[in-house]
């Protein structure tokens, strides 16, 4: 559902070694596991939002930095960017198919570590929890 905001498809690429700062796969990771990349392509698994929705559903994020993230998550081909021609425009946020299935490991990621973060007292008190 892209609305011909240029996007760039994240592909594998056999040459790209991630551990080295020219692979494009960095600039990806970097974007999704940003200080809210993370929190837009999970809460964006839900349904697709407006900016003012995802705002207000992400609590602690400036407007600035939803807009930043949303506009890196789009180049990356994670997210679909609709805008309604109204006034003032309306602009709603969604998952690219590839950004749902980064979504799904996000949100697996997520459920794994609430279910296990009363654990952590126990490892820094000595037992292993996790």
Known sequence: MNTGT??????????????????????VLDHVTSRWGVWVLIRLQEEPLRFSELRDRIEGVSEKMLSQTLRNLTQDGLVWRKVEPTTPPQVTYGLTPLGSGLGHQL????????????HRDAVTSGSTGL
């Open 6 to 27: 240029a996007s760039r498809e994240v592909a594998p690429s056999p040459s790209c070694d991630p551990f080295h700062t020219e692979c494009p796969a960095r600039d």
């Open 107 to 118: 949100a697996a990621m997520l459920g794994w570590i609430e279910a296990h973060a009363d």
